[in-house]
Every structure is written in structure tokens, then in C-alpha cells.
């Protein structure tokens, strides 16, 4: 199924017909989650590929043989795209499902569930660099043009998948609605060992501590960096170039800085307290210097609601 040039529109929103098509959207706002289910939720570029590996690893008891021999969009399918019904057909135990779709067109399907709903989000300035790097190696997204088009695009939520602002503050208005557990990538990369420890009590699945050493070893970037199970080198070239960039980038905090301008930063911080001013979420994302240590990032981690809180 190639259709690279082709953009399905679902419900106003914009998706890869690489990946989607009506059918495979319709299928997904009225699927019938079992409340053994775990559902990772992100916009894209926010940690998706991370939480996979995190729950892959988590559920496996810190054995990374099956993170090392099965793609992750085969562990932890994406709901809303073609393939996902014969991939959950053939799955054993738990499921894992991913999703970047906007709550509401999951509420539905969702209203009554006990599945697990683990939200993962990240620095817009950073979402938004990576995905404009994306859009330069992935044949199936539109060319992005410059970065300021392409931040332009973002900011106004025209983009595929829709505005990072609405998927944020949709899912996180309901949390209290759903059995949920809301993490950043900030707080990953600052701390994976304590992510993976809330990860694991959360999924009511405890690991002991060679386990969970073992999982934050096979989780770390380079360590997935590495994995042609999820460094996505599988995909064919004329789907996703390699020569263009990669997949796995750079996995650092703070990196928008040696892309945004000062004045493409101002315009940003405007359009952010504009669309979050009646969010309950209050974010604090690094601080210019050192941030390639962890260490320095301690006293700034993103700040939620305790009500997000997920263990």
C-alpha cells in the first residue's frame, strides 16, 4: 500500500493515506477496547517510539528478546492505521495499542473502558523541530518547505495530524475520566530508571531490580538508536529516506534552540499562552545551559496538575 502523495481527510484533520485510509479511521473511533488494554497516546515526535520500547520491555520483565526481534509497530500497533486489525488478531495477552489521534474521536470508543490510557507529551518547540525533520526523510508527508513555513503550519494546527495544543489539552482535560497516566519526555530523559518504576506500578506489573536495570539499559537512546527494530531502517527507502536524515535524531531536551529564531520564539511563546491560558497544565522546560545533562534539569521538569499524576 503505497499511496505516498495521497492525504486522507477524517473529521477536518489531515493524515497520511500511506498509512490511513476512511476505512482504517472509521474502524479505529469504533473499536472495542478490552479493559486488559494499554493505549499510548501522543501527537507525533512527542515519545512515541519510547514508550513503546518502555512498555515492550516493562511487560516483558526487563527480557529485551522480543524488542529485538519483532518491529515495534507490530508490538504496539497504531489503532488508526491500515494494518492494526490483523496485527490485534494476532497478538497473545495484553495489548499494547498506540494512537495519535485526538480524544475526541476516541471518546466514544473509550466511555466506559478500564483500558489503560498512557499520554505522553514533550516540549512543542521540540515536537515541532522533529517533526519538520520527519518531513524531510518520510516520502509519505508532505514536503515541509522552510522551518518557518513549516512552524507557521504547526502553530495554526494545519499540519498532518492536527494542532499539538488540541491533542494536549483534550486528552489531559480527561483524565479524570479514564485510567490514565500522564508522563513527559522531559521526565523520561531526566530520569528513566523512576519513569520505568511509575511505568511498571502503574501497569500493576512490578519489576524486580535487575529487571528494571536490564529494561532502562535496552531503553536508553543509543541503545535504541541501534535497534532495527525500531529505528525504522527497515522501511524501505522510497518510503522513508535514511539519506535524508535519521529516524532516530538526537533525542536531546532543548534542542529547538539551534533551529528557532528569536523572533520565531516570541511568535511561538504568543500562540502558546494564547491556546494554553485555560489549560490546568503548567509546563517548565529547561533552562538554556547545560542541556545535555540530566542533572541540570532536575528543578525544571515539567510541572502538571497532581491530577495527571498516573502512580
Not at 526523510?137 to 499539538?164: D, Q
Not at 500562540?271 to 529547561?286: H, P, T, Y
Amino acid at each position: 500500500m503505497a499511496r505516498l502523495d495521497v492525504t486522507e481527510t477524517f473529521h477536518h484533520i489531515s493524515f497520511p493515506g500511506h498509512l490511513h485510509t476512511q476505512e482504517s479511521l472509521s474502524y479505529a473511533t469504533g473499536f472495542q477496547f478490552q479493559d486488559s488494554d494499554t493505549l499510548i497516546v501522543t501527537y507525533p515526535k512527542s515519545g512515541t517510539t519510547w514508550m513503546q520500547e518502555a512498555l515492550t520491555l516493562v511487560f516483558s520483565k526487563g527480557d529485551s528478546t522480543l524488542a529485538h526481534s519483532m518491529p515495534n509497530w507490530a508490538r504496539a500497533p497504531w489503532l488508526e492505521q491500515y494494518y492494526c486489525p490483523e496485527v490485534l488478531r494476532a497478538s497473545r495477552g495484553p495489548r499494547i495499542i498506540t494512537t495519535h489521534l485526538p480524544y475526541h474521536l476516541l471518546a466514544p470508543a473509550l466511555q466506559g473502558s478500564k483500558a489503560k490510557v498512557i499520554y505522553v507529551a514533550r516540549n512543542p518547540k521540540d515536537v515541532a523541530v522533529s517533526y519538520y525533520h520527519f518531513h524531510k526523510m518520510a516520502n509519505f508527508l508532505p514536503e515541509p518547505g522552510s522551518f518557518g513555513e513549516f512552524l507557521s503550519e504547526f502553530l495554526s494546527g494545519t499540519v498532518h495530524y492536527g494542532s499539538w495544543f488540541d491533542h494536549v489539552k483534550g486528552w489531559t482535560s480527561q483524565a479524570r475520566n479514564l485510567n490514565f497516566f500522564y508522563i513527559t519526555y522531559e521526565e523520561m530523559w531526566q530520569e528513566l530508571r523512576g519513569s520505568l518504576e511509575r511505568l511498571s506500578t502503574f501497569l500493576q506489573c512490578p519489576l524486580v531490580a535487575a529487571e528494571l536495570t536490564s529494561a532502562q539499559q535496552h531503553c536508553t537512546f543509543s541503545s535504541m538508536k541501534e535497534n532495527s527494530m525500531v529505528n525504522y531502517t527497515l522501511i524501505p527507502e522510497e518510503i522513508m529516506d535514511h539519506t535524508k536524515g535519521q529516524f532516530m535524531r538526537k533525542g536531546k531536551i532543548g534542542d529547538w534552540r539551534n533551529t528557532f529564531t528569536e523572533e520565531q520564539n516570541r511568535n511561538f511563546d504568543e500562540v502558546f499562552k494564547a491556546e494554553m491560558q485555560d489549560s490546568q497544565l503548567r509546563f517548565v522546560w529547561e533552562s538554556p545551559e547545560k542541556l545535555d545533562s540530566p542533572e541540570s534539569l532536575k528543578t525544571r521538569t515539567v510541572t502538571q496538575n497532581p491530577t495527571l499524576q498516573g502512580a
